[in-house]
Each structure stands twice: as C-alpha cells, then as structure tokens.
C-alpha cells in the first residue's frame, strides 16, 4: 500500500546531541510537510518542501533544519536539541491539486517520537 | 492568518450516546475544512472534510460536520457513539493557495462502555 514511514517511531537523544528524523512515501506526491505536535497541542507547521522549494514557517528556530534529496525522502535535522524539543514530529504528504492545492488530504506517517534527556 | 479554536480539550461520553465535538475558526479568506482523527500512537487520519457545495459532510464511520458560515463554525456530530472511537480529533482549516493546514488544540473523545 502507498503510505508515508517515518524512522525511527522513537528516539531518545541527550541535550545538544543531534538528531536526524526520516520519512518517505511512495505516493509520489510533490510537497512534503513536517509538523512538530507536543502533548496535548496542535500540530504545528514547521516547514514544508513544494517539490524542491523550501518553505520555512517564519517562526521555526533555526535549530531545525530539513533536507529533501528526492522526490520520496525527506529529513528532519535537529541540530542541538534542548528539553523543549520533545515532541512527537508527524511528517505528511500532499499533491499539488492544480489550482486549488488546500484541497489535498494530507497523508501522515505514524510519527517520530522524540525524548530529550 | 487562519486560527482554529476547539472548545473542548476532552469529551466523555458513554457508548450510544451522541456527541458534538464544536469548531471554531477565523480567516480572512475562504477556507477548507477538515476534520482528522488520531488514535493513541500513531499518525492522523482523515476523517472528513469540506470543500464547497452541501454545507453537512458525512464520514464512512457515522460522524459528520456542518460548515456553518455565518458561525464560523464546523462542529462534528455522531448520533451514537462506539468504544472505538475514542480517539484525539483535529480540527483543521487549509488555505486555498498553499494548502497549509492549521489545527485545533484538539479534543479527546473518551467512550466508556
């Protein structure tokens, strides 16, 4: 079945050691998403790829950074993770939809979840 | 800017009974609306959603949603509930252009039997 798989499901990492997330999906969709979801909070756009143009929430720390080598893979760098990065990072996709691309559903993986001690 | 609001954090309700899980939303252009589903541990779901056309949208599962412009609104509904769906549910509003969503806080349906 097509889907998104995100690796790994979970991670624990130490404070300011860094930390890489992947995800990939065989629907070839053209734009690719991460959120970043802590307890009991909404889902949280930190950015997303429109085929290979990044696009970066004005608000996103700088500590996060994304890569997309190809159409199904994308990564999610953290580069010194503190405390307050524990979360639970959902990668998604979604197709261009033409004119209308809010349209789309997106597809989320199962998420990756983070503990940072 | 879009914002959601949901205005419940958790709903309890015993199996059978019906449930209103309410949605409230603002942007200064038109929107999409969404309602996805999160069960415990993994990633979130399509539950429904509305685009244009029949203001009340219905899911496969029995739930559905009416956009109600004037209210902002796009509550979810179920006339009976079961045990498997307790769950987190997402409210969502997705810009046109860019299809970005923007979540609720999110509401936990807890069914007990």
């Known amino acids: 079945d097509a889907m998104v798989i995100q690796n790994p499901r979970y991670q624990v990492t130490q404070f300011g050691k860094p930390v890489t997330l992947s995800c990939s999906q065989t629907?070839?969709?053209?734009?690719m998403y991460w959120y970043q979801q802590k307890s009991s909070q909404a889902p949280k756009l930190l950015f997303h790829?429109?085929?290979?143009?990044?696009?970066n929430e004005a608000d996103t720390p700088d500590n996060f950074q994304s890569r997309r080598p190809n159409t199904s893979f994308c990564f999610l760098d953290i580069r010194s993770p503190g405390l307050g990065d524990a979360a639970m990072y959902l990668c998604?996709?979604?197709?261009?939809?033409?004119?209308?691309?809010?349209?789309?559903?997106?597809?989320f993986g199962a998420g990756s979840r983070l503990t940072v001690l | 800017a879009q914002s959601v609001t949901q205005l419940d954090s958790q709903v309890p309700v015993f199996e059978e009974a019906p449930v209103e899980l309410r949605c409230n939303y603002s942007?200064?252009?038109?929107?999409?609306l969404f309602w996805y589903v999160q069960y415990p541990n993994q990633g979130l779901q399509l539950l429904l959603k509305?685009?244009?056309?029949?203001?009340l949208v219905e899911s496969i599962n029995g739930f559905e949603a009416e956009f109600n412009k004037s209210q902002t609104s796009f509550h979810l509904r179920k006339p009976s509930v079961h045990i498997s769906d307790t769950a987190e549910y997402f409210c969502?509003?997705?810009?046109?252009?860019?299809?970005?969503?923007?979540f609720g806080q999110g509401t936990i349906l807890t069914v007990h039997p």
């Open positions: 790829y429109y085929d290979k143009d990044f696009n």
């Open positions: 998604a996709t979604g197709g261009r939809g033409g004119r209308t691309p809010g349209a789309n559903v997106l597809t």
């Open positions: 509305y685009l244009s056309g029949s203001t």
């Open positions: 942007s200064s252009v038109s929107v999409y």
């Open positions: 629907l070839n969709h053209n734009v």
């Open positions: 969502a509003v997705s810009d046109p252009s860019y299809g970005k969503l923007t």
